[in-house]
């Protein structure tokens, strides 16, 4: 993976995001905080897209969605379409793999409240477009969330009122392809019931069928 497609361990282009991982620092130093890293299969045909890590997941354990309540829905979901082998177990070295997917967040390091503003996703632009010549092909991805939904059309220059969000929506972005959508699989999204298994597993259905990845025909949806 080229160095231009992951930003450095000590990244300093946004000041506020910044100052939140000095100050996880100094509370954990044991953690990862830094920039996150994509994550998963070299030969992907799916993007898995992310807003920005959390604090105590991916910033404590640098891989994507590892480590707390959203990536027990996603990888758990990820296993049953047959996209992963081994077992999560929300550590980076749990020897989880990942097939035909990779998963990317917009912004790579921890924001304060969990929401980038418009000048971290402008920085971390260069990285995410770098990105998507490096994976050449990939034309199918799968936003977890309006945010991330928002800030990924921003990364590409399209205009955001053409491509709606909505739960299970489907959006074809011309040259770069075509997005789907899902609420995000967060605690407060389950607990509330506003996303089910069956309605996040429904969503990543539809990307998957669309990359042409996993073995869905087999695992019939609960």
Sequence with gaps: MSATTNPAKNCNLCPRLVALRTEAQAKHPDWHNGPVDI??????KLMIVGMAPGMAGANRTGRPFTGDHAGDLLFQTL????LTTGT???????????????????????PPQNKPVAAEVNA????????LKEYENIRTFF?????AHDAFLSTLGLRKAL????????????????LFDSYHCSR????TRRLTTDMFESALFSA???AKIGNWSQKPLV
Excluded: E
């Design 124 to 131: 971390c632009r260069p990285f995410f477009l770098s990105a």
């Design 208 to 210: 998957a069928t669309h």
């Design 188 to 191: 407060y999204n389950t607990n």
């Design 79 to 82: 296993k049953r379409a047959g």
């Design 143 to 147: 936003a977890l969330g309006r945010i």
């Design 39 to 44: 994550w998963g299969d070299a030969s992907a």
């Design 88 to 110: 999560y177990d929300r550590r980076p070295d749990d020897g989880l793999l990942l097939h035909g997917a990779i998963i990317a967040n917009v912004v790579r390091c921890v």
């Design 163 to 178: 491509f709606p969000f909505s739960h299970g929506g489907q959006h074809d972005l011309g040259q770069f392809g075509r």
